[in-house]
């Protein structure tokens, strides 16, 4: 969601406040697993919900990466 236009951000995670776009930002800058992105965020352990959504974004990440990867090979 663009934040730029005044859209309000969804959370990741709502007990400490993570966005999703906290959460693609730190899978950018290398984060690969739930955990190291609660790490990277500084979220201690809560209700635990958030971690089916990170690691949907994680997947969303990497397949993007391989879509692009496929592009860039087939051109």
Excluded: W
Excluded at 33 to 46: D, H, I, L
Aim: hydrophobic content about 35%; glycine content about 8%; proline content about 4%.
């Amino acid at each position: 969601m663009d934040q730029s236009r005044g859209s309000p951000p969804m959370y990741a995670c709502v007990c400490h406040a993570v966005t999703d776009d906290d959460v693609r930002d730190h899978v950018a800058a290398g984060a690969c697993s739930a955990k190291e992105v609660r790490t990277a965020c500084g979220m201690r352990p809560g209700c635990g919900s958030c971690v089916n959504r990170i690691r949907d974004l994680i997947e969303q990440h990497f397949a993007a990466d391989e879509r692009g990867d496929a592009i860039t090979v087939a051109a």
